[in-house]
């Protein structure tokens, strides 16, 4: 009896509420047509408040069902077959799977309508009292099979909706599983091509910082070996990520702040001043933009603009932190090295985030000037 406790439950709370409360409506109407059609011998005005009663119990049906059943059942008493009660059986059937208490309530619906043929002499102990039972159980057994139908194809809705969100999930399954071996590929495409040749770089600046006596030559190698050794140290971290997954297991490396500008320009590779100014306490996220920045930027004048002297500076200007970062054209020869302009994309986009500014263009000697302006606050 719980399951068909829990299964009247879910009946009666399915649907929205405007439409349940106008289809009752509709069939309190068609219960009080077949009172006013039937024009029944009533004369005792109990008679016509158990009628009344019956009728108005419908409004109720969804809430108690087996309850608007009984107060239904005297109504075949008096009039035979009723509207009011197969509604009410109707309901039953929609909201429970008990065969028993079905099969009880057709026999007892079926009984009762018979009682008043038996009261008024129309019904004899003959071979015709088969075809009156059969007469009076033909409308319960419709409205308790019409009822299941209705509790079928609900529960086929609810099993199809069932059905589609397992299917869904699988198809998110199958994605991220396409994805993961996308980015096991990713990794080791840079594990073995790109580590193998930033290796490379680090061993053949090693061997030339040894081979050579020139001091600047010597500088540059330093440089590129030690750039070589902190990009493969990246690179094996972010091949790790790759492989987690994103699960969880390998966590993002700790994220840069101001307090690392000053080993960012030593080691940028180039001839460069660090110029800072007072600061208020700034946020993380605005910190990471203003070093990203300026990692940017010393990164394309070492690409762009060989043997340029770069300053750096960052103070703050009028209630904002600007980081602005300027080199002198080139006085060696540029060497042409692929570039899709992404990094000045991504500081332009970090601006947006931060509700800043961001600049990148040509000066008026030839050099280049990258500034990033964002609020203190």
Request: overall charge neutral; charged content about 20%.
């Amino acid at each position: 009896m719980n399951a068909a406790s829990a299964r009247l439950r879910a009946w009666r709370h399915s649907g929205s509420r405007w439409p349940a409360v106008a289809a009752d409506a509709g069939l309190v109407a068609v219960a009080a047509a077949d009172l006013w059609f039937n024009h029944l011998p009533v004369e005792a005005w109990w008679d016509h408040v158990v009628l009344a009663v019956g009728v108005l119990a419908l409004m109720l049906r969804r809430r108690h069902p087996l309850a608007v059943f009984a107060a239904t059942l005297p109504m075949p008493l008096l009039m035979g077959q009723s509207a009011a009660s197969l509604i009410a059986l109707f309901t039953v059937a929609c909201a429970t799977r008990n065969r028993w208490l079905l099969t009880g309530c057709a026999l007892v619906y079926a009984l009762f309508s018979i009682t008043t043929w038996w009261g008024d002499g129309s019904l004899r102990f003959d071979s015709s009292w088969l075809v009156w039972g059969a007469y009076a159980l033909a409308p319960a057994g419709a409205a308790v099979f019409l009822g299941q139908l209705v509790q079928t194809k609900r529960e086929l809705s609810r099993r199809l909706e069932e059905i589609s969100e397992v299917r869904e999930h699988e198809q998110a399954l199958a994605a991220q599983k396409v994805l993961a071996q996308e980015r096991a590929h990713l990794a080791r495409e840079m594990h073995d091509v790109v580590s193998h040749q930033v290796s490379l770089i680090a061993v053949r600046a090693g061997a030339l910082q040894v081979s050579t006596r020139e001091p600047i030559a010597q500088d540059a190698a330093d440089t590129i070996q030690t750039l070589a050794a902190r990009t493969l140290d990246e690179l094996r971290h972010m091949v790790g990520v790759l492989r987690a997954g994103g699960g969880g297991e390998v966590g993002l490396a700790p994220q840069p702040t101001l307090a690392g500008l000053g080993e960012l320009v030593r080691g940028a590779g180039v001839e460069a001043e660090l110029h800072t100014g007072p600061l208020p306490d700034l946020s993380p996220p605005v910190q990471r933009a203003i070093y990203r920045t300026v990692q940017e930027a010393l990164t394309n004048a070492r690409k762009h603009a060989p043997g340029a002297a770069v300053r750096v500076r960052v103070a703050e200007e009028d209630g904002a932190v600007l980081a602005e970062v300027m080199n002198t054209p080139p006085t060696r020869a540029v060497v042409p090295l692929p570039s899709a302009k992404h990094g000045l994309i991504g500081l332009e986009q970090r601006a947006e985030l931060l509700r800043g500014t961001f600049e990148a263009a040509p000066t008026a000697d030839g050099g280049w000037r990258v500034a990033l302006r964002v609020p203190s606050n």
